[in-house]
Nanobody
Framework: VQLQASGGGLVQAGGSLRLSCAAS????????MGWFRQAPGKEREFVAA????????YYADPVKGRFTISRDNAKNTVSLQMNSLRPEDTAVYYC????????????????WGQGTQVTVSS
């Protein structure tokens, strides 16, 4: 599976962005998909994950209630709608896929996209 993330950019605090991740490969629908982020000088951290069917989601506490992850298996895409953005959300965002059950550990994810920069100004 190859992943291509897009949709990052510069936004003011309180604004919104929608990230998308396009996947190639016929096995996309069998993978749990997740979003991670990495700010300068910090470790990569889990943001959200969605089950293969899209029926279950899992969020990191800092983004609960503000971010929504979703997927469209017919189009091989996974999205991250980000609302009420804060300066501390500034990071490079990565989409990732894993054949394992829902997990927030980046080491469990086998496939990674190239990352897209999100910058939130105060």
């Amino acid at each position: 599976v190859q992943l291509q993330a897009s949709g990052g950019g510069l936004v003011q605090a309180g604004g919104s962005l929608r990230l998308s991740c396009a996947a190639s490969g016929s096995t996309f629908s069998s993978y749990v998909m997740g979003w991670f982020r990495q700010a300068p000088g910090k470790e990569r951290e889990f943001v959200a994950a969605v089950s293969w069917s899209g029926g279950s989601t899992y969020y990191a506490d800092p983004v609960k209630g503000r971010f929504t992850i979703s997927r469209d298996n017919a189009k091989n895409t996974v999205s991250l709608q980000m609302n009420s953005l804060r300066p501390e959300d500034t990071a490079v965002y990565y989409c990732a896929g894993t054949p394992m059950p829902m997990t927030n550990r980046y080491r469990d994810y086998r496939y990674w996209g190239q990352g897209t920069q999100v910058t939130v100004s105060s």
